[in-house]
């Protein structure tokens, strides 16, 4: 059974730092792709970022370039969004998805993840 456990979401001021967690189980890490995804209330869920493992192609937000950053631990089964410079409108629910073998081009789209975490929240304060 393909699991999917984040964590690491909190309260931080803007310009702060914090790093979320994806600890994935249940699959061959290697064979899928990651991807981080957020929904702030009112909205939609919208894609942030993804890493395909068995090329380490990624994809970021333009919202998000140059202040997060993906990467994953294999051995731990486990991949990271370090979020630098955090801003209010950041604020949201975090979802890491996997998915097998996904094209490039969907990365970002959110209907290809057929697998999903339960979330972790993530406030920015001004």
């Known amino acids: 059974e393909v699991q999917l456990v984040e964590s690491g979401g909190g309260l931080v001021q803007a310009g702060g730092s914090l790093r979320l967690s994806c600890a994935a189980s249940g699959f061959t890490f290697d064979d899928y792709a990651i991807g981080w995804f957020r929904q702030a209330p009112g909205k939609e869920r919208e894609a942030v970022s993804s890493s395909r493992h068995w090329d380490d192609i990624t994809y970021y937000a333009d919202s998000v370039k140059g202040r997060f950053t993906i990467s994953s631990d294999n051995a731990k089964n486990t991949v990271y969004l370090q979020m630098n410079s955090l801003k209010p409108e950041d604020t949201a629910i975090y979802y890491c998805?996997?998915?097998?073998?996904?094209?490039?081009?969907?990365?970002?789209?959110?209907?290809?993840?057929?697998?999903w975490g339960q979330g972790t929240q993530v406030t920015v304060s001004s």
């Open positions: 998805a996997a998915a097998k073998g996904i094209l490039r081009w969907r990365l970002r789209d959110a209907r290809f993840y057929p697998y």
